[in-house]
C-alpha cells in the first residue's frame, strides 16, 4: 500500500526565509504533484514531476524528485506572507490518476 | 485546463437524509474522481467514476453509500447516503487533464462543503 509522508506537518516561517519540505513515498510511482490549499478553498496545481532528477520552478517556490530516495521537495526562497496556505504532495498511486496524498504542510510566513 | 463546477458549494444536512453532489467539467474527460476532506485533514479517493461503467471505490467505501453517476464525459454526480455526523467534509471532484494536451495535471473542483447535524 502506497504511503505518503510529509513534514514538517506545521511551518511557522519568517518572511524572506528559506525552507524545505519533504515529502517521501513508499512505493514507485511515476508522478508526484504538489498543491496548495488556501483556507475555505480547493486545490492549486502548482507541480508536476514526471521524472527522476525533474526541477521545476514557479517564483519563489521550487520543487524536485528523486526517485531512487522516493523523496520530493518544496523549496521555498525567501518567503512572503502570501505564501501562508497549505501545501499537500500527492503520489499517482498506479498511472491511473488515483493520487495518494500527503498529510499536508500548514505553512505560516510571519511579517 | 478544464473548468470545474460543483453544486451546492456548501449545504447543511439532517442525519439519515441523502445529498446529491453535480460535478461539471467545461470540456470532455475520460475519468473524473470523487475526494473527501474531512475537517483538517488530507484528501482521501472515494472512487473513480468513467462513463459508461460502474465507478470503482477504493478500500472503505461502498456504492450504497456512496452511489454515483457519470452519465456523459462532462458530468458526474455523487450521493451521500444515509447521512451521519462522521460525513461532515468536503468533497471534490477532480479530472485528469484532456487528452492530446495533456499537462499531466489533476484538477479540482472548488470543492462542497457538507455539515451534518
Known amino acids: 500500500e502506497l504511503k505518503v509522508e510529509q513534514n514538517p506537518l506545521f511551518l511557522s516561517m519568517q518572511e524572506g526565509k528559506n525552507y524545505t519540505i519533504y515529502c517521501n513515498y513508499s512505493t514507485t510511482s511515476d508522478r508526484l504533484y504538489w498543491y496548495r490549499q488556501d483556507p475555505g478553498k480547493s486545490l492549486e496545481s502548482l507541480f508536476v514531476l514526471l521524472s527522476n532528477g525533474a526541477v521545476k520552478q514557479e517564483g519563489r517556490l521550487m520543487a524536485s524528485l528523486d526517485t531512487k530516495a522516493r523523496l520530493s521537495t518544496l523549496h521555498i526562497t525567501a518567503a512572503v506572507h502570501d505564501l501562508s496556505a497549505t501545501y499537500f504532495c500527492a503520489v499517482d498511486r498506479e498511472y491511473g490518476n488515483k493520487l495518494v496524498f500527503g498529510a499536508g504542510t500548514i505553512l505560516r510566513v510571519k511579517s | ?89 468536503i468533497y471534490l471532484c477532480s479530472v485528469e487533464d484532456l487528452p492530446g494536451i495533456s499537462t499531466d495535471t489533476q484538477y479540482f473542483g472548488p470543492g462542497t462543503r457538507l455539515t451534518v447535524l
Open chain 2, 1 to 89: 485546463s478544464a473548468v470545474i463546477s460543483q453544486k451546492p458549494s456548501r449545504d447543511i444536512c439532517q442525519r439519515g437524509t441523502s445529498l446529491t453532489i453535480q460535478c461539471q467539467v467545461d470540456s470532455q474527460v475520460t475519468m473524473m474522481f470523487w475526494y473527501r476532506q474531512q475537517p483538517g485533514q488530507s484528501l482521501t479517493l472515494i472512487a473513480t467514476a468513467n462513463q459508461g461503467s460502474e465507478a470503482t471505490y477504493e478500500s472503505g467505501f461502498v456504492i450504497d453509500k456512496f452511489p454515483i453517476s457519470r452519465p456523459n464525459l462532462t458530468f458526474s454526480t455523487l450521493t451521500v447516503s444515509n447521512m451521519s455526523p462522521e460525513d461532515s467534509s
